[in-house]
């Protein structure tokens, strides 16, 4: 097993995120803090973080990944309009408390990558706005890849000693793990499908 390059965020916020993005940007994996837990993030392209995901996680190929999504994407804003009439879930959506899923027809603005990689529907989580995993978000073209970092199954890492003891089980660790002094809620967002609506 080798060991995983790790990096504490509080230390150099501008420049852990800057590294982060060069990690991603070569189609590596990362983990990184987000507002709920700790999450395994990746690039859409090139596809080889995708696919690590689901290796590192040992996860069914049926189960898709979301994709986080900076509020500056247009693919946010998209997203957002399907909540036009239903005005009691926008402030959720846009504080990261709630993912929506969604078909692709109703995103134009989803690249071509993320519709090649993950056909179907697609869920969306806007992370909460003052979390530095929006700063990566911005660096990465306001897209992510992301599940949480936990063998599935498994309950995600929520603190720094959760993610090391999973990431020291991995036979090959994620490209780059950030941690955290921050505190994570722990909860999931509350999901709603409106693919079929």
């Not at 837990?37 to 990944?65: C, D, F, H, N």
């Amino acid at each position: 097993m080798s060991a995983a390059v790790t990096l504490w965020l509080e230390d150099d916020i501008p420049g852990v995120i800057k590294q982060a993005a060069t990690v991603l940007a070569a189609g590596a994996v990362i983990v990184f803090p987000t507002d709920t837990v700790y999450g395994l993030l990746a690039a859409i392209t090139p596809a080889s973080g995708y696919k690590m995901i689901y290796q590192l996680k040992q996860r069914s190929r049926t189960k898709p990944l979301q994709l986080l999504v900076n509020k500056q994407h247009a693919v946010f804003k998209e997203a957002s309009l399907c909540l036009a009439k239903l005005p009691q879930y926008r402030t959720q959506f846009a504080s990261g408390r709630l993912t929506i899923v969604l078909s692709p027809a109703t995103l134009p603005a989803l690249p071509s990558t993320v519709k090649k990689q993950q056909p179907g529907n697609i869920g969306l989580r806007c992370p909460a706005e003052t979390h530095p995993v929006q700063q990566l978000l911005q660096r990465a073209e306001g897209l992510l890849w992301a599940s949480s970092a936990n063998r599935s199954g498994s309950p995600p890492a929520v603190t720094a000693n959760d993610v090391m003891s999973w990431a020291n089980s991995l036979a090959q660790p994620p490209g780059l793990i950030v941690l955290t002094n921050l505190s994570a809620s722990g909860q999931p967002s509350t999901i709603l499908d409106l693919a079929c609506s």
